[in-house]
Structure formats: C-alpha cells, structure tokens
C-alpha cells in the first residue's frame, strides 16, 4: 500500500513509500489528518519525482525569488529597466507573501481582474496591454522559476490575455523578445544584430 500508519506505534502519523525506477521513497507526511490526504500527497511526491524536483527546497516567497533570481536574469536580457522595475513593483505588491506554490491559474486571474479595477499613480485605470504586458513578464518569472526546479509549471500559460484595441501597433512581448533574438542569432549574427537594433530603436515599416 503506497500510504499507510504503523502499527507498531501509538502515532496517528500517516507515511508513503512508493518505487520508482529501482528507487525506494518513504517518508512520513506531518500534516495529513486522513488516508486521503495522505493518498494525495503521495501523489504530489510521485509527481516531485517525474519531474525531479523531490526532496529539493523548492518553495520561497514569490518576492524573494524575484529579487534572487529574476531580477539578475532580467538585468541581462531585458533592456528596458524602468518598464521592467515598475512591472516588478506591480507584481511583488500583489503576491507580497505569496509562496511561489501558491501562485495558481486562480492567483493569476485574481491578478488581473484586480489590476484592471486598479489606478496607475496618475490615477488612470490600467489598459489591456499594460495588463497582458504584466501577465508576460509573470510568465517569464514562473518560466525562470519552472528552470530552477522551484514549481512545477506555470500556471499563467492557462491564463487568457485580455482583448485589445484593433488598429493599434503591435510590440513584441519579453517573452517573444526573449525567443526571437537568440533565435536570430542563431541563424545568422547579421540577422540577430538587425533584429536586436530593432527591437531596441522601436524600428516601424513606416
């Protein structure tokens, strides 16, 4: 039985151990209060295992994960520092104190929803595109924090972007950005670098 109580003891404790691949995994789950619970975190283990991120201190806070780890990472590959710092400011208010496991597909629609009810500094209400430009740089985080083995997966790829005005320019996201320039690069310096001075100088076919 993958879950199961001793019964050698007066503990109520409940306790895994599950096989994989040769491999034995047991441990005793402190906070299950039923076979139930017991059985389902079994199953986040088998999963921890899959994706080989058991056993490993995964979770931290959302905000200290930003400043650790994406804030390096985006002094590097994002250009734009003043947009950058204050879709940072706009995230780590929302989900201050917030574990980077409970960022769900719930916590990111509850995002935008409230910042769409919001008002910037000057007293606007946030556009669309301000939104789905602060969903995007989310992603990046979540995607960077998928790579440090921090979460399991991003939970923003479920989230819908909001509809915006037709007939308006169309900018590259960062996560677009982030692709296509390597990519370019890749393919050919020449391309990359005409690429790169064009995302940087906002080139137009005007």
């Not at 200290?64 to 400011?89: C, G, L, R, S």
């Not at 399991?152 to 320019?169: H, I, Q």
Request: aromatic share 12%; hydrophobic share 35%.
């Amino acid at each position: 039985m993958p879950v199961y109580r001793r019964k050698d003891t007066k503990s109520r404790r409940w306790y895994y151990k599950f096989d994989i691949n040769g491999e034995t995994y047991k441990r005793n789950i402190p906070t299950a209060r039923t076979q139930r619970q017991a059985e389902e975190a079994e199953r986040r283990a088998r999963d921890d295992v899959h994706a080989g991120i058991y056993g490993s201190q995964k979770d931290m806070l959302f905000t200290k994960f930003v400043e650790k780890y994406y804030k390096p990472w985006a002094e590097q590959h994002h250009k734009n520092q003043v947009n950058d710092k204050t879709i940072q400011d706009l995230l780590c208010k929302h989900f201050k104190g917030l574990m980077l496991s409970k960022v769900s597909r719930f916590s990111v629609e509850t995002f935008k929803l409230t910042l769409a009810k919001s008002q910037t500094r000057y007293g606007n209400i946030y556009k669309p595109n301000t939104i789905n430009l602060a969903l995007a740089y989310l992603s990046i985080i979540m995607n960077l924090a998928l790579e440090y083995k921090k979460v399991r997966e991003n939970p923003v790829k479920r989230v819908k972007r909001l509809p915006v005005e037709e007939g308006r320019p169309r900018y590259l996201l960062p996560e677009e950005e982030a692709i296509l320039v390597p990519a370019c690069y890749q393919e050919a310096s020449y391309l990359g670098a005409l690429v790169q001075l064009a995302v940087w100088t906002g080139l137009s076919q005007e």
